[in-house]
């Protein structure tokens, strides 16, 4: 049985890494780059006209794709290799081992169901082929897991095998801590603890509204004010311009 105390311990951990690397992402987030990623396109037609609206929209998407990575990777991952009982793995593609008398558990551990294309999938299921192939003296069942931390996932229809289980949200804590209400705890054992995070990042993100309107309005707007929405167009889907070098002049 999982000790709660170290589980929220860890909890508080995870927590704190989370908000520093999403605070450090708003501090070295640039107005251009942010621009070129998102769709202008859409902010035209939606009728956008304030500097201050485009921002924090822009913001607030790019944050909003950004959190679900780092959460992955910094709270998720880890909180599911310490709750585990089995040994982080340090093959490619691979997050933790769990061995039994007959069965070689490798799980890759996921934030949510909807992960994969065509390609990523590939090569999952390569990762799992060579380490198969380096475990085959062990001679034991090869049971090969991609758990996913949130969301659900049915039963596969009829046709070609997966190379892989699937086990996600509830099952998949309950298969890795032997808790069915595993899930829950996690919600729970945040407590206030998110709260006592928001008033620094709070400073970040006011810092980062300011920093992208001052940028916006001097780069991106008109002196009446009005949006310059082409000069946006061009800087996201314009056609690059080749760098041409000047040749250096031969002496005679």
Sequence with gaps: MLDPVKVELKITELLEDFYKRRIATLSKLNLRETLKRKNPYLFRAIGTQQANEIVEALLQAYMSSSDEGIFGNVFFEPLAKFVSGGVVNDAEGIDISIEKNHTYTAIAVKSGTHIFNSTSKKKQEDYFKILENRLRKLRKHFDPVVGYCYGRKGI???????????????????????????????????????????????????????????????????????????????????IKKKRTSKKKKSRK
């Design 156 to 238: 596969s229809k009829v046709g070609r095998p997966k190379a892989w289980r699937e086990i996600a949200g509830q099952a998949f804590w309950q298969e890795l801590t032997g808790d069915k209400d595993f899930y829950l705890k996690i919600i729970r054992l945040m407590k206030e603890k998110p709260k006592n995070h928001l008033p620094e990042y709070k400073i970040e993100w006011d810092m980062a509204v300011n920093r992208f309107t001052r940028d916006f309005i001097k780069d991106f707007c008109f002196g009446d004010g009005r949006i310059d929405w082409e000069k946006i167009a061009v800087l996201n889907s314009g």
